[in-house]
């Protein structure tokens, strides 16, 4: 059979004008940045060309511009950084469907005493602006809220959450793994304070993504050591990763139009294929015309296990998820379906499209992961 990868929410294969960048760096171009010689000082310019490519891309400025190893190290240092930064309130809020980065730093919040509040969502994935308001006292230190979720392809309405952040003067963390290379991100006029990003999600090299930090916002370094970065982040620039990140972040812009509107057909033409033939078939969180990651199915099939599914097509060659990459191996079960009360007799795979899907596999595809779940279901 054909090996057709539908995992691209995990990570997406870096594109070979991606790598061409970035190998430059790797062989040719390997002066540290920091030297005073030629050599790093070339280096040291690409590192700012390339905050400045990001930059552009975000519609901010480059010394609001911080590269880091990814989205997990990104979103540790906006909530540990801001909370070493400003040690008086001691209320944290975020939702019950975050990533593990931001949830297992929450945890580790509350071991060294701060409040948190994790705001409950709807069946669908989406918090309540009354909620989020409600939550917000004088004690709150600040807010982290997921874009786009990883797992149900839920879009929250960011527009009222920074309405509701703007009107208490509380500090935004969003973290915009997922939805970078989904939509424009204008943050001229999106009033977030901190904003996590991934390279890996939108076929850049993994190990590298970006803290934004809009200025004026204070926050503590997270790795000590060295002046790099303005004394905000320790240790010689992963320099060809950073360039990756850039580069990467160059094409998004060029295909995202055509990028969006391919992957949310294939996405379209699956899942109606596969409700015309499994009863009860369930598409976790919103539709998919509305306010919900393109080319991202979460569905939950009657009367099966999510692992002997997966397993199952995997054995026909369809790579796909049971959520999360960074929790796809446990058995336990997903907090976010948890969080939206999906019923138990349910099992849940998530197939998420790329670049490098095809229209015409979407038959196959389907016939795949029938017969896999015949196979399977109780």
């Not at 000082?41 to 390339?50: G, L, M, P, T």
């Not at 930064?85 to 975020?94: D, Q, V």
Request: overall charge negative; hydrophobic content about 35%; some cysteine.
């Amino acid at each position: 059979m054909k090996k057709i990868y539908l995992d691209y929410a995990a990570t997406t294969p870096l594109d070979p004008a991606v790598f061409n960048e970035m190998s430059i760096y790797m062989i040719d171009l390997y002066g540290n940045p920091s030297s005073v010689h030629k050599d790093g000082i070339v280096v040291r310019k690409a590192i700012q060309q390339a905050k400045q490519i990001v930059a552009k891309s975000l519609n901010a400025d480059a010394k609001e511009v911080f590269f880091c190893s990814g989205g997990t190290e990104a979103t540790n240092w906006a909530i540990k950084g801001y909370a070493r930064a400003h040690t008086k309130k001691k209320r944290i809020i975020t939702t019950q469907i975050e990533h593990h980065a931001t949830l297992h730093t929450c945890k580790t919040m509350e071991q060294l005493g701060y409040d948190v509040i994790y705001l409950p969502v709807d069946h669908q994935g989406f918090i309540s602006k009354k909620d989020l308001d409600q939550a917000i006292n004088d004690d709150t230190l600040m807010v982290s809220i997921i874009w786009g979720n990883n797992e149900i392809g839920t879009i929250q309405k960011i527009e009222e959450m920074i309405e509701v952040c703007q009107k208490h003067k509380v500090i935004l963390h969003v973290d915009a793994v997922q939805i970078f290379g989904q939509m424009e991100i204008d943050l001229s006029k999106l009033n977030i304070d901190m904003l996590s990003l991934s390279a890996h999600k939108f076929y850049g090299p993994k190990g590298s993504g970006v803290l934004y930090l809009k200025e004026g916002t204070k926050i503590e370094p997270l790795i000590d050591g060295g002046s790099q970065q303005n004394n905000y982040r320790a240790g010689t620039e992963n320099v060809y990763g950073i360039v990756g990140f850039a580069k990467a972040c160059e094409l998004v812009k060029k295909r995202l139009s055509d990028y969006c509107k391919h992957v949310n057909l294939l996405a379209t033409s699956l899942y109606e294929k596969l409700e015309t033939s499994i009863p009860d078939l369930k598409l976790n969180g919103p539709s998919l015309d509305n306010n919900r990651l393109l080319g991202h199915l979460s569905l939950s099939f009657p009367h099966s296990n999510s692992h002997d599914l997966a397993f199952a097509l995997d054995a026909k060659d369809l790579y796909v998820s049971t959520g999360s990459a960074c929790t796809s191996t446990s058995i336990t079960k997903s907090h976010v379906l948890e969080a939206i009360q999906l019923e138990e007799h349910y099992g849940t795979i998530r197939l998420t499209f790329g670049l490098h899907n095809e229209l015409n596999d979407i038959d196959d595809i389907a016939d795949r992961i029938i017969s896999s779940y015949q196979e399977v279901k109780n």
